[in-house]
Antibody
């Protein structure tokens, strides 16, 4: 079954660190760019970071740059988000999302759409 | 504050149609294709429109999208109670390079 499963969320103190993982199933992970997106309580979706299929291109939001690091291991079909210097405002559900789309001829990677999402992992930041 | 601007909420009667607007700038919608997502609380978001106006497999043709200039629109016809969700537009911003979303529009089917 084609799916993404996040893990690694939990409760951490301000200033602390956490590493999120996203495991991919049912598709060729190495062919697709990947993203991290978060949703804080009562707020909308916020894009956090992008990594191309090869890992060569990396982009991140101003709100997390210098504190969060996206990485991937194509051999293990996994995406990661290393979060450090966590702040109260980083508390959210964190989703991994595949950068791609599918049509009648197959599935392709893109930066402009996210066609497969996980159910998210919850990160709480509190003293 | 989101880079893309959406109305916070829209509503329409069951069976009717509704349009959700998404406004951006020359560096995002003006340059890159738009996607739309349907999100129910506590679940994974679902891509319903990509490349401005294309539907992924399994998405009914009641959902359609368009883009003009620096704005995009999602239209849903034949509204059903099951369509009640929050809808987000999204795209890539070329300056600075980043993904961007709208603030989300909550749809109520009366």
């Amino acid at each position: 079954q084609v799916q993404l499963v996040e893990s690694g969320g939990g409760l951490v103190k301000p200033g602390g660190s956490l590493r999120l993982s996203c495991s991919a199933y049912g598709f060729t992970f190495s062919e697709f760019a990947m993203n991290w997106v978060r949703q804080s309580p009562g707020k909308g979706l916020e894009w956090i970071a992008y990594m191309s299929s090869s890992g060569r291109d990396i982009y991140s939001a101003d709100s997390v740059r210098g504190r969060f690091t996206i990485s991937r291991d194509n051999a293990r079909r996994s995406l990661f988000l290393r979060m450090s210097s966590l702040r109260v405002e980083d508390a959210a559900f964190y989703f991994c999302a595949r950068g791609g789309f599918c049509n009648g001829t197959g599935c392709y990677t893109t930066r402009s759409a996210m066609d497969l999402w996980g159910h998210g992992t919850k990160v709480s930041v509190s003293s | 504050q989101s880079v893309l601007t959406q109305p916070p909420s829209v509503s329409a009667a069951s069976g009717q149609k509704v349009a959700v607007s998404c406004s951006g700038s020359t560096s995002n919608i003006g340059r890159n294709s738009v996607s739309w997502y349907q999100h129910f609380p506590g679940t994974a978001a679902k891509l319903i429109i990509f490349d401005d106006d294309k539907r992924p497999p399994g998405i009914p043709d009641r959902f359609s999208g368009s883009r003009s200039g620096t704005s995009a629109t999602l239209e849903i016809t034949g509204l059903q109670t099951g369509d009640e969700a929050t809808y987000y537009c999204g795209t890539w911003d070329s300056s600075p390079s980043s993904g961007v979303f709208g603030g989300g529009t909550s749809l109520t089917v009366l």
